[in-house]
């Protein structure tokens, strides 16, 4: 699953609060927009939690053990 999209657009219909979204529309703002953002924020964050035991795991192990192809760098760091 990735959480970047594909530049696709598909409608949809989406509930938001009568005040709150008479404030954006004042205030100039792209529903659309600003809900795919927020869509997107909200996808990338479960990611991250749902892998995060994995992550930090590689991280540990990294640490540990150096990267794994790291002696065929041919530039330095």
């Known amino acids: 699953m990735g ?3 594909t530049g696709k657009k598909k409608a949809t219909n989406l509930s938001l609060d009568r005040e709150l979204l008479k404030d954006a529309k004042a205030l100039g703002v792209n529903i659309s927009q600003a809900a ?4 997107r924020d909200a996808a990338r964050k479960a990611w991250l939690e749902e892998n995060r035991a994995s992550l930090e795991a590689w991280g540990e192990w990294v640490e540990k053990n150096g990267l794994p192809l790291e ?4 530039f330095d760091v």
């Open 71 to 74: 002696k065929y760098r041919m």
């Open 3 to 5: 959480v970047q999209g």
């Open 36 to 39: 795919e953002e927020g869509v």
